[in-house]
């Protein structure tokens, strides 16, 4: 599919208008197929729940059963009953933070991040296939523009 300009203010330049316009019509598409592609990789070890806990917990060092329930905005309760399902599947361990003897900090163990990284490794493949017909020019612009879109809004 050949890519389309976007409207601008002058016809050669799209303004930051337009692609803001842009990335709101297109970026749902894409998170849709990215979760899709997440789920045909969880099989029967995982719910999505489940993955986006374990996820959060693999990106996320020394977080505590009380930041899981923030991110997937669900109680302490049931934040604590996914952890305690992904330890005992080995998954996650908790161990007490060296700053703070009273709080609990959640790591994802190897085969924790190597489920991780299968799961993450065929969605990239299905991701791919879709984007495979494309040509190399506008891979190559598509590529520019993602630097761009992580230059602006990586919080590193």
């Known amino acids: 599919m050949p890519s389309r300009p976007l409207a601008s203010v002058r016809d050669d330049l799209p303004d ?15 998170m849709d197929s990215i979760r899709s592609a997440m789920r045909n990789q969880l099989g029967e070890s995982l719910s ?21 329930a ?32 009273r709080r609990s900090e959640l790591k994802a163990t190897g085969p924790g991040r190597a489920l991780m990284g299968r799961i993450r490794r065929g969605a990239q493949a299905e991701l791919a296939a879709i984007i495979g017909g494309t040509g190399t020019v506008d891979l190559n612009d598509l590529a520019n523009g993602l630097a761009v879109l992580k230059a602006r809004f990586s919080h590193g």
Do not use: H, K
């Not at 729940?49 to 977080?63: E, G, K």
């Open 16 to 30: 930051a208008q337009a692609c803001a316009v842009a990335i709101f019509d297109v970026l749902p598409a894409v």
């Open 48 to 68: 999505v729940p489940q993955f986006r806990c374990l996820r959060f917990i693999a990106d996320n060092s020394s977080a505590s059963v009380g930041d899981v």
């Open 70 to 101: 923030a991110f997937l905005g669900v109680t302490m309760a049931t934040a604590s009953a996914m952890v305690e399902r992904l330890s005992r599947a080995g998954y996650v361990v908790s161990a007490v933070s060296n700053s703070d003897r």
